[in-house]
């Protein structure tokens, strides 16, 4: 998709399918953690708006969501931090994670502390994190550019040194294809079509293959931390969309 350049934009249908995985991953996250854990938090390092042009919600206020309904029912605090690199979005952002608090109660609230910043995504969202003291701890990282900048790898290294991480990486197939439509030896490295898993046009490597038998849970990205390798799971969002 093209990079918006306006405040708000229509929210097509991959990125309800994303934000249905998110709602569906933090739902029962926040309670599991919670259990076990005084705080716990959430980050996104492109938090956008908080809501598409047709009222629909935002990934934040999706989180922001499950997040209230795991606190009536657990003690503990959660913690979000959002990281936008538009100011007009985050100015915008602030205003939609008020209203969707004020349909929940002052306990709630209370325990759940929301905290927006202006600026990129990196060296902005991990300075925030240390601040808060969230590294090394219970922590749910976002990192959906929406079509805009490529992520750093620097930044995924850097979270994954931390075992109580866990970060979900979106992207368009695009990024995986480009290799193999450019070179030929990308190609012929890569899984042959009939081997593709169903509604991805990707090639992926034997060895990438291999490390991807390793990453059991769908959707999500994985720094192992004793090494800088990243693992990718591909998703049908067409599948997603429709459970």
């Known amino acids: 998709m093209a990079v918006p350049k306006t405040v708000l934009w229509d929210r097509d249908p991959h990125t309800a399918a994303k934000h249905n995985l998110l709602r569906k991953y933090l739902e029962p996250w926040a309670p599991i953690l919670l259990s076990r854990h005084a705080t716990i938090t959430y980050a996104e390092g492109f938090s956008g708006p908080g809501v598409y042009s047709q009222g629909e919600p935002g990934s934040p206020v999706v989180a922001l969501e499950a997040f209230a309904k795991a606190l009536q029912h657990r003690s503990g605090r959660i913690r979000m931090v959002l990281v936008e690199g538009d100011e007009r979005r985050e100015s915008e952002l602030r205003s939609q994670l008020d209203k969707a608090r004020e349909h929940h109660s002052a306990d709630v609230s209370r325990r759940l502390r929301v905290n927006t910043h202006y600026g990129e995504c990196h060296p902005t969202l991990l300075e925030q994190l240390r601040l808060q003291g969230s590294l090394g701890k219970p922590l749910f990282v976002l990192l959906d550019s929406y ?12 979270l994954g040194k931390h075992r109580s ?3 979900m990486v979106t992207f368009q197939p695009a990024f995986l294809t480009r290799f193999g439509e450019a070179n030929e030896n990308h190609r012929r490295a890569g899984t042959p079509p009939s081997e593709a898993p169903s509604g991805t046009q990707c090639s992926i490597s034997r060895r990438t293959r291999s490390s991807l038998s390793s990453a059991t849970s769908t959707g999500r990205a994985f720094v192992e931390p004793a090494s800088p390798t990243l693992f990718f799971e591909m998703v049908d969002e067409e599948t997603m969309s429709s459970t």
């Open 165 to 167: 991480t866990e970060v």
């Open 147 to 158: 079509g805009g900048p490529d992520i750093p790898f620097s930044l995924l290294q850097e």
